[in-house]
């Protein structure tokens, strides 16, 4: 069944490693993080490791 296993991978994946920074100074932020604490950017890069 291939979309059981399609949604199983996705729930694992939720809690799989992602690093989120700043797009504008590298800060790393959390998945919580709208927006950079040290430049204000909300722009947020998500990066799967
Ligand atoms: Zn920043």
Redesign the pocket.
Known sequence: MIIDWIKQYTDADRHALVHYE??????TLTADDTT??????DEVATIPL
């Open positions: 700043c797009r504008r100074c590298g800060t950079c604490p040290v430049c204000g950017s």
